[in-house]
């Protein structure tokens, strides 16, 4: 109410946004639920408080051009029933029912606050960062709680999140006073939150059904607990003034992004003690409107409480007067000095509305198709120390990406301040495997694997970038070495040989770079048997039937992956055959230069393990070719490192006078003289 106050003032007073043109408003108090049409026909209404029907309401002018409010779902869906009718703008601060974006049944609802989707989201990202997957969830009996809890429902359905059990809050009284049935409600509900395992409980409901809840949980000394709030009562001052609440846990709620409003704590102090005493009025004579009798001692009580909190939530309604303010601006065609004074009919005022875009204190302010104004979102854990702010924030969450981020430390009941565990079974040992318990994925026991068995816990299931990998990083890099190693025995075989009785070829092959050439054709040609492999054998992960057990399903990259092995092995065994080939030619070449017999070796040893693995995957399947296959390319790898550069580094080690330019020429030139 202060906030739309202020706003209005300010753009009055200090705004060049609307000159010569005065805001006015009208407030009025629909008491939470239970006077919404009232007040809705009366704004409807004319001067007179004649609400005309008439066939065609595009002319009409009613007493407002504008609605904001009310502050909860309940009431917004009521009232916007009427409002829609008339395309009668309405802007709810608080409202964040999914309902209200559904523009076939509200055309005329905008939000300055996220939908419930983004309230649950962040409380979900919220649970799995500090890996609770064991909750109860307690709802209002209303459809704040019934809705609030289906969509948290829908967004667990995954299984991450288990809730041990949902309870209904009763619905109070309008005095607040606990009736018997009440009581025992509440305390069977409190009972069976002593009794769970559990111990984060998600409180989805409004504030005026958690009183007597709390004043229970108080009394049955119920204690040990994380309490998630939901937005309604998250930043509540008369919850937060129960000060014993802080022995029962910690308390953390989702509440709209704090932004301070320069002037408004002066602004709201100031009007509350300028207020004339009320002493002279009597009870029959008291309302509940601007006329409030004890809204000056509640003002005061909670002053402190409102100043450290940063007042949350009056951004929202302060932004809503300023994007009406902004739509006038736009619709009367407004200068920087004066406003055309002209008739402002409520649906062509909606039609600018929609299309406001400004930046206010810092924040973009422009609503989305489904009316939406994408605020971000706090995590606010509950202080009760003094002359501190009493709902510190600890994480922040993004509407746009839907991302929880920024989490800060938060401090905990625990005896030593460490993050509580609430989880219905713990993590299995390396060695065992989980067997379900009852109808919930998070409880579990814990059983040692069979002898002969092993499991799995780090490669995960295979994924489409993962099948991709394992089918062409290696073959490629693995085309490259053998590729090299071919280049390398005819280069042998080329020095000593094809030099003498080629000498023009051999000058071509030096000039153009012939090894680069050659090892970059033979890639490219792998690149194109690799692609054609894929287009063959798609990469996508694959179920199949265990052949030795048809109940177990096993995914896989693809079913034929043995025929993707073999299509993509041949050019590497044709590479490998040439290169023995070379390596053969060159027998006769000098000993401590020839590096023939150590490719020779490391291309027989290739060739013989390549089609070993080709024998043994036309006989066997599933896992154990798997098996081979890794088995043949570990000892392919040590094969090259042992065979081929083993000799290298034996002799770079032991001999290092047998490895400089000097010892490899003179070898030369002996070889040379000898043919010679």
């Known amino acids: 109410m202060q906030a739309m106050r202020f706003a209005v003032e300010e753009i009055n007073n200090h705004s060049g946004l609307l000159p010569g043109v005065l805001l006015g408003?009208?407030?009025?108090?629909?008491?939470?639920?239970?006077?919404?049409?009232?007040?809705?026909?009366?704004?409807?209404?004319?001067?007179?408080?004649?609400?005309?029907?008439?066939?065609?309401?595009s002319h009409y002018v009613p007493r407002v051009v504008a609605v904001i409010g009310p502050d909860n779902s309940e009431s917004t869906i009521t009232v916007a029933h009427f409002l829609s009718l008339f395309l009668l703008p309405q802007i709810t601060y608080s409202a964040i029912s999914d309902e209200l974006r559904d523009k076939l049944r509200f055309p005329a609802v905008l939000r300055t606050v996220p939908g419930a989707d983004h309230q649950i989201e962040a409380m979900v990202q919220l649970l799995l960062h500090f890996r609770w997957n064991w909750i109860i969830v307690l709802v209002s009996s209303d459809d704040y709680g019934r809705d609030n809890s289906q969509l948290l429902s829908k967004r667990l359905a995954g299984g991450d999140i288990c809730i041990a059990f949902q309870a209904a809050l009763p619905t109070p009284q309008p005095s607040q006073v606990v009736t018997p049935q009440e009581r025992r409600r509440l305390k069977v509900i409190v009972d069976k939150l002593q009794q769970s395992s559990a111990r984060v409980v998600v409180v989805l409901s409004p504030d005026l059904a958690l009183h007597n809840f709390f004043r229970e949980v108080l009394r049955q000394n119920f204690s040990g607990v994380v309490w998630i709030a939901s937005e309604s009562w998250a930043i509540n001052p008369v919850l937060h003034n129960l000060t014993e609440l802080r022995h029962t846990g910690t308390f953390l709620g989702i509440t709209p992004h704090s932004v301070r409003i320069p002037g408004f704590s002066e602004f709201r102090v100031r009007r509350a003690q300028a207020r004339p005493p009320a002493s002279n009025r009597t009870s029959l004579g008291a309302t509940c409107n601007q006329e409030c009798d004890t809204c000056l001692d509640t003002i005061k009580s909670f002053n402190t409480i409102l100043t450290l909190s940063g007042e949350r939530g009056v951004?929202?309604?302060?932004?809503?007067?300023?994007?009406?303010?902004?739509?006038?601006?736009?619709?009367?065609?407004?200068?920087?000095?004066?406003?055309?004074?002209?008739?402002?009919?409520?649906?062509?005022?909606?039609?600018?509305?929609?299309?406001?875009?400004?930046?206010?204190?810092?924040?973009?302010?422009?609503?989305?198709?489904?009316?939406?104004?994408?605020?971000?979102?706090?995590?606010v854990q509950w202080r009760w120390l003094l002359n501190q702010n009493p709902f510190q924030s600890v994480a922040f969450y993004c509407p746009t990406q839907r991302q929880l981020k920024n989490i800060r430390r938060v401090s905990w009941h625990t005896p030593n301040d460490t993050i509580p565990v609430s989880t219905c079974s713990k993590d299995c040992q390396p060695g065992q495997k989980k067997k379900a318990l009852g109808i919930h994925p998070c409880c579990f026991e814990c059983l040692d694997c069979l002898p002969g068995t092993f499991l799995n816990a780090t490669a995960g299931p295979p994924t489409v970038s993962t099948c991709l990998c394992r089918q062409t990083f290696f073959t490629f890099c693995f085309t490259i070495c053998i590729a090299c190693i071919t280049v390398r025995s005819f280069q042998i075989v080329c020095v000593f040989k094809l030099a003498r009785r080629f000498p023009r070829a051999y000058a071509y092959w030096v000039r153009y770079h012939g090894p680069y050439v050659f090892v970059a054709f033979m890639t490219a040609l792998k690149v194109g048997i690799v692609a054609g492999s894929l287009l063959v054998t798609s990469a996508s992960p694959t179920a199949h039937a265990d052949p030795n057990d048809p109940k177990t399903m096993i995914l896989s990259c693809n079913p034929n992956y043995h025929k993707g092995i073999l299509f993509n092995t041949i050019l590497d065994l044709l590479l490998s055959v040439v290169g023995f080939s070379f390596a053969y030619t060159g027998k006769g070449l000098p000993t401590n230069y020839n590096e023939a017999k150590f490719i020779t070796f490391c291309m027989t040893f290739y060739f013989t393990s390549s089609i070993s693995l080709c024998t043994f995957m036309t006989v066997y399947e599933g896992v154990l070719v798997t098996i081979m296959d890794l088995l043949v390319i570990v000892l392919n790898l040590l094969g090259i490192s042992l065979g081929y550069f083993g000799p290298k580094c034996y002799m770079i080690l032991f001999h290092p006078e047998q490895n400089t330019p000097a010892y490899f020429n003179s070898v030369i030139q002996r070889y040379t003289m000898g043919r010679d």
């Open 315 to 379: 951004y929202n309604v302060y932004a809503a007067v300023y994007a009406i303010a902004h739509a006038l601006h736009s619709l009367l065609g407004c200068s920087q000095t004066n406003c055309p004074k002209e008739v402002v009919y409520p649906w062509r005022l909606l039609q600018e509305i929609k299309k406001v875009n400004f930046t206010l204190l810092g924040h973009h302010i422009h609503f989305n198709q489904q009316g939406d104004l994408p605020m971000p979102l706090e995590v």
């Open 25 to 57: 408003y009208e407030m009025v108090d629909s008491c939470y639920v239970s006077n919404n049409v009232q007040p809705v026909l009366y704004f409807l209404s004319q001067e007179d408080y004649f609400l005309p029907i008439q066939e065609d309401y």
